[in-house]
């Protein structure tokens, strides 16, 4: 069964630009959600999509948006990149039944550099 | 209160001894219990899953949970070198409707040293 894939794995954008990152979610999950990490705030909950819906969303900017599609892949985009928004963007995916158990799986992360 | 706390480290343990990590949370409500491994550089790493008071086993790990003090943690027993990381305690909130927000703690490094 393959894992979560995320894709690109590194880039480095200028500030000012725009990133738009990809998300694979494992088959058969519905459930993706998207995490910042940095060394200073550690791993941030961005957030979920379940079925093309934002379910839950973390304590970011406007600038952070994303989107799920049927077959259940996800995009994050961030808009007017800062320098401040290098980090490791992780995905992770869970089937999300409702139950206690919902185990959630990460992808390897997107890099991102702005300079 | 931050809602999930973990030490920082880091916790240094020699080669073969018990290493015991911690981590405490503020949601009363809460019914999944994780802990994550990562390296440098990598990306986290499921470990143990843990949803019912008591203990949990799992090779030469084993989970703890304690809900009524909002305590849950993680002992590694034979540490090995291989083992330096940093671990990961993690909460999953459960939301009306059936999804999650996981909350992550900052994570303890563990130092295995020979």
């Known amino acids: 069964k393959a894992g979560v894939t995320q894709t690109p794995r590194y880039l480095i954008k200028t500030r000012g630009q725009q990133v738009t990152l990809s998300c694979s979610p494992i088959s058969g999950h519905r459930s993706v959600s998207w995490y910042q990490q940095t060394p200073g705030q550690g791993l941030q909950f961005l957030f979920e999509?379940?079925?093309?819906?934002?379910?839950n969303k973390g304590n970011f900017p406007g600038r952070f948006s994303g989107r799920q599609f049927s077959n259940s892949r996800s995009e994050m985009n961030v808009s007017t990149l800062e320098l401040g928004d290098s980090a490791l963007y992780l995905c992770a995916s869970s089937a999300s039944v409702v139950r206690a158990g919902n185990t959630i799986y990460f992808g390897e992360g997107s890099w991102l550099t702005v300079v | 209160q931050k809602e999930v706390e973990q030490n920082s480290g880091p916790l240094s343990v020699p080669e073969g001894a018990i290493a015991s990590l911690n981590c405490t949370y503020s949601d009363r409500v809460s019914q999944s219990f994780f802990w994550y491994r990562q390296y440098s550089g990598k990306s986290p790493e499921l470990i143990m899953s843990?949803?019912?008071?008591g203990d949990k086993e799992d090779g030469r790990f084993t989970a703890q949970l304690n809900k009524a003090s909002q305590y849950v943690s993680l002992l590694i027993r034979d540490s090995q070198p291989s083992d330096s990381a940093t671990y990961l305690c993690?909460?999953?909130?459960?939301?009306?409707?059936?999804?999650?927000?996981?909350?992550f703690g900052a994570g303890t490094r563990l130092a295995v040293h020979p």
């Open positions: 999509y379940f079925s093309e819906t934002q379910r």
């Open positions: 843990i949803y019912s008071n």
């Open positions: 993690a909460v999953n909130l459960m939301f009306s409707g059936g999804y999650n927000k996981l909350i």
